[in-house]
């Protein structure tokens, strides 16, 4: 379980160009895939339910992307001018701005009428190899049983002023035109990605007969989960709880793991000593090869990166910090000395030379790091002294105190 979740605000453009508000909720390491959200009928990317499955796949990491769409929420536009059609165009929208910016969706994942939006998009966005519906209805048409006793007025004077769960709304004559026409179960039955259906049978939105015609429209691989009493909103944060750690169960069987992600990177060909740095975006992020081993290194998102990795001055830190530990063990191993767990915990900053009492440069500013060392153990005050003045001669302390050529060349 990963407990620190990064957020990020992000924006992009509908088909009409207008802003759509979404929000992005990722561990603070390199996730396992990355999953597109979209919210019920009239909801919004806050609603109970989208944000409390998103921060709980985020715990696991699978990074989620949920968005408002047009008219909703904080997204630009007028509500009355969408209709289904337009909603499947926003989440196209949105994938092509993962796509851009982070990676695209291995997961979609569909609240209520929002399920029946991913249903219709799955097949048009390649890299989706899951699809997950939550109250989802078969079809678009069944929202029209909301506001029934509103449809001749919208017939009659091409809208009506509804109101949906204490909210008002303005429903047209081309939104009712628009769901009348689609056939989601062709795009269901065609699709080609893996479908878990969640439903409640109690559900008094959306009744439970629409997971079944959404289960046997869809093509294998397909599972049910029955939602028991939770309601359509799943306002009790156990339910949406339970949701979010079935889906990610239920998706590693189509997602590959960090570990099996990792396995499948091309790995190059070193000797003992070299090291690899290469490019995997086109942004920040990089791998870093050793002949035995693979990590990743990235900038910060306040600096362009993903936060996939480390940064470069983390690397470096990394470095001197594991080198002193490894001395000090060395050294008390050695000894024989009573020393149970060494921690060096550092950081780096600039400042003046001026305020550096015993650098020869006078002027300008100079790099500092500061390191800290923590030696647990029943030590003498003499025995701590000594693996102190130990630390400051690792190898790796000895080179950035020493004169360093850096020779580069064209490959």
């Known amino acids: 379980m990963i407990k620190s979740i990064h957020r990020e ?3 992009f453009l509908n088909q009409q160009r207008q802003q759509l508000a979404a929000l992005l909720e990722s561990p603070n390491t390199k996730p396992i895939a990355y999953a597109l959200f979209a919210h019920c009928f009239t909801c919004s990317k806050d609603i109970a339910a989208a944000s409390r499955v998103s921060r709980a796949l985020a715990a696991r990491g699978v990074a989620v992307v949920r968005f408002d769409f047009t008219g909703l929420g904080n997204s630009e536009g007028d509500f009355a001018n969408t209709n289904f059609s337009s909603n499947v165009a926003d989440l196209i929208c949105a994938v092509d701005r993962m796509r851009d910016v982070l990676e695209a969706p291995a997961i979609l994942i569909g609240h209520s009428l929002g399920g029946a939006a991913v249903l219709s998009a ?8 899951a699809v997950v519906t939550i109250g989802a209805p078969a079809e678009p048409g069944h929202v ?3 506001f029934e006793d509103n449809i ?14 204490g909210r008002t709304f303005t429903i047209s004559r081309q939104f009712l035109d628009d769901i009348a026409t689609q056939n989601l179960s062709e795009r269901i039955r065609t699709m080609q990605k893996a479908l878990l259906i969640f439903h409640a049978p109690a559900d008094d939105i ?4 629409s997971a079944r015609r959404i289960f046997e429209a869809a093509r294998h ?6 939602l028991d009493s939770a309601d359509h909103l799943l306002t009790r944060k156990r339910d949406s709880q339970y949701v979010a750690d079935t889906i990610a169960a239920w998706a590693s069987r189509y997602v590959p793991a960090s570990e099996e992600a990792d396995e499948n990177v091309a790995r190059p060909k070193l000797g003992s000593g070299e090291v690899l740095v290469r490019e995997t975006d086109g942004k920040f992020g990089q791998d870093v090869f050793t002949d035995t081993h693979h990590v990743l290194a990235d900038e910060p998102t306040r600096h362009g990166g993903r936060d996939a990795g480390p940064d470069p001055y983390e690397f470096l830190l990394a470095a001197l910090g594991t080198c002193t530990s490894m001395t ?3 050294y008390a191993n050695h000894k024989k000395l009573p020393l149970e767990k060494v921690s060096v915990k550092l950081s780096h900053s600039r400042i003046h030379a001026e305020d550096c009492e ?5 002027d300008g500013k100079i790099d500092r790091i500061d390191s800290e060392l923590v030696l647990d153990g029943n030590l003498t005050a003499e025995q701590r002294q000594r693996m102190l003045e130990i630390s400051n001669k690792c190898p790796v302390h000895r080179t950035l105190h020493s004169e360093i050529h850096v020779q580069t060349r064209l490959a």
């Open 122 to 129: 799955a097949g048009d966005v390649p890299e989706v190899r």
């Open 328 to 330: 000090v063990r060395m």
């Open 358 to 362: 015993h650098c020869e440069t006078k």
């Open 9 to 11: 605000k992000l924006t």
């Open 206 to 209: 959306v009744h439970i007969d």
């Open 152 to 165: 001749e007025e919208i017939e009659d004077k091409g809208y009506a002023v509804v109101n949906l769960s």
């Open 221 to 226: 691989p397909k599972s049910f989960v029955s």
């Open 144 to 146: 029209s049983h909301l």
